[in-house]
């Protein structure tokens, strides 16, 4: 059952073109199923997949204590991997078909209000080749409000500082060119002719942001420096490495920005997942209302 679990991974990373991180979630979520399958209900063979099976599943998941759009998300592997062995004939049958997935709370996006970003913005001491990479990257995420995973991918070759643009790759290996502001654009500049270099030392790398050993710099590598920036800035909300962009999102529309537009920067395939931040907006909205309206 493992060779078709292999199957399916190559099949979503090299002709889907799917995210690294969408790929490591696939991987995990079957391995778990599989794991299931075969020791706990006995399964051996794909062919013997039944839909009581993949409830049976999906309760224990919820015995173990997993939130329901992790649930969800194993559910969505599920299917999309019957999907897979149906269409390449290893099995005659989608037992995933007929179930439903259960709808679940969708959270609000937690956003920085705007004099705390830019205290996030400002703390990094242009001192060292550390602080100018730092406050480039900050800069660029609240400009742009693209993924960290875009931001790290980036090149060298991908910065159009003078015409204003960055081109990114997002989900699924999708191109957008998304327009940056002067000064995330200024501290880009200053990142790449006073720091860049002295991080790269010997090495040879297009990548644009780079760690200290000269090679492209991680997700884990840049959440773990996030914090840090955070503590220092004395932001005591929870961050996550999407905490700019949501801001960059919710900032803009407060602002009058069209919704059709952000979504284009934010490189969302439906407008449903842009709207989310609408509901933040009036969430603010009524927030400042009872804190200011005499009546309220």
């Not at 000269?214 to 503590?231: E, H, M, T, Y």
């Not at 407060?254 to 439906?270: I, P, T």
Request: charge should be positive; glycine fraction near 6%.
């Amino acid at each position: 059952m493992k060779d078709q679990i292999k199957d399916f991974i190559h099949y979503v990373m090299v002709e889907r073109g799917l995210s690294q991180n969408t790929i490591v979630s696939y991987d995990r979520d079957l391995k778990s199923y599989s794991l299931y399958l075969t020791e706990t209900l006995h399964v051996t063979d794909w062919n013997y997949v039944t839909r009581i099976h993949i409830i049976q599943y999906l309760k224990h998941l919820k015995d173990s204590g997993k939130s329901g759009k992790t649930s969800a998300r194993h559910l969505a592997s599920i299917r999309s991997f019957h999907q897979f062995l149906l269409r390449e004939k290893v099995t005659d049958k989608d037992p995933s078909v007929h179930i439903e997935t259960q709808k679940t709370e969708r959270a609000l996006p937690k956003v920085l209000a705007l004099n705390e970003v830019e205290r996030l913005l400002d703390t990094p001491k242009l001192t060292s080749p550390f602080g100018y990479r730092d406050k480039a990257m900050l800069e660029l995420l609240y400009a742009t409000g693209i993924r960290v995973s875009e931001m790290i991918e980036l090149k060298t070759t991908d910065v159009h500082l003078s015409m204003g643009f960055i081109r990114c790759f997002g989900k699924g290996r999708k191109e957008r060119i998304v327009p940056i502001g002067e000064a995330a654009a200024s501290a880009i500049e200053e990142y790449m002719t006073k720091a860049r270099g002295k991080l790269l030392k010997n090495n040879v790398s297009d990548a644009l942001f780079l760690n200290h050993h000269g090679k492209q710099i991680s997700r884990q590598g840049f959440w773990k420096n996030l914090k840090k920036i955070a503590l220092e800035a004395g932001i005591k909300k929870e961050l996550t490495p999407h905490t700019l962009r949501h801001s960059f999102a919710t900032h803009l529309l407060e602002n009058g920005a069209d919704l059709r537009a952000v979504q284009e920067m934010l490189g969302h395939a439906d407008i449903s997942t842009t709207q989310i931040y609408t509901h933040v907006t009036k969430t603010r909205l009524k927030d400042v209302y009872k804190q200011f309206h005499p009546r309220a």
